[in-house]
């Protein structure tokens, strides 16, 4: 991670999608990408490559966590492979920071992955999306990636709340939401106490469960992504300017949500002038392990 400037970076984005391969190959298929992109009202590159999302954020002087999302069980689509993602952080080490993503359904298989993704290609943590994966969080059957992550000093990111891919197609396109309650988070933070955990998003409709889980496990962050700031729960700002002002972190969801939109609408919040930079890099400097935290 040497090639990251913090003291020249703007913000780091903990939470942006790797959303095509360098084949083309997308990591959803058409129907639930299609309505992704409706229920976010989506403007511009929807599928950006992972070189111009590297530009993206140069351009911007931010770096951003990167990662696919592996629910090939569930859904039958292969992943944009890890590798690749990895590779492009490579190519790109002064703004990409790679994560991976492993359905959990792979069993020993993907924990050999794991291990293998953090020892040779230096991924810093891992995705899941328990609503599209189709598990709960605190099925034992992933808790040996848990441990791999945990040992390794890796992150683990964990989609909460509502997802806005199958919104508004027949059935949610089969995903269901009661994977993605943050409280089968909390079991995991307190089976793995040294795990370093991250509540993706607004966790609607359960934001008071999150905040719990937060403030109660001392691993368990909470990220920003996915919705603009302009519709953040009272009690979410509440806590980012107090108890939780060292565990709250900038997360855009790009594409689906840019950085440029998040950031204009976070400007507006009554966001503590000491608490703001907390947000936007240092808690995140600080929870990926780089030098220098808010220099």
């Not at 942006?16 to 083309?24: L, Q, R, Y």
């Not at 990662?67 to 069980?73: G, I, L, Q």
């Not at 368990?220 to 953040?232: A, C, M, Q, R, T």
């Not at 950085?259 to 890099?281: C, G, H, N, S, T």
């Amino acid at each position: 991670m040497s090639g990251i400037d913090l003291v020249q970076l703007t913000a780091i984005d903990v939470h942006t999608h790797a959303e095509v391969s360098s084949k083309g190959r997308a990591s959803l298929d058409e129907e639930l990408h299609a309505a992704s992109s409706t229920y976010f009202k989506v403007e511009g590159n929807r599928k950006p490559t992972l070189e111009e999302t590297a530009a993206y954020y140069r351009e911007r002087r931010m770096a951003a966590v990167v990662f696919t999302v592996d629910a090939e069980s569930a859904t039958g689509t292969e992943p944009v492979p890890n590798e690749e993602v990895a590779e492009a952080a490579y190519a790109n080490p002064d703004v990409l920071i790679p994560f991976a993503s492993i359905d959990p359904f792979r069993g020993r298989a993907g924990i050999r992955q794991a291990r293998r993704l953090v020892e040779e290609y230096g991924v810093r943590g891992f995705k899941f999306h328990p609503s599209i994966q189709g598990f709960f969080p605190n099925d034992r059957m992933a808790y040996g990636l848990y441990e791999v992550i945990e040992e390794t000093g890796a992150v683990a990111l964990f989609h909460t709340g509502q997802t806005g891919i199958g919104a508004g197609v027949p059935g949610g396109g089969g995903i269901r939401l009661k994977y993605s309650n943050p409280m089968h988070v909390d079991d995991v933070a307190a089976d793995f106490p040294h795990l370093k955990i991250i509540l993706a998003h607004p966790s609607f409709p359960w934001q008071d469960e999150a905040l719990a889980v937060a403030t109660h496990k001392p691993g368990v962050h909470i990220d920003l992504s996915g919705w603009s700031p302009k519709y953040f729960p009272q009690q979410l700002v509440q806590y980012a300017n107090t108890l939780l002002k060292d565990k709250v972190l900038f997360g855009s969801d790009y594409p689906v949500l840019t950085p440029d939109r998040w950031l204009a609408d976070f400007a507006k919040l009554p966001i503590k002038d000491e608490v703001r930079p907390k947000i936007l890099k240092e808690n995140a400097a600080r929870l990926l392990g780089l030098a220098d935290a808010g220099s």
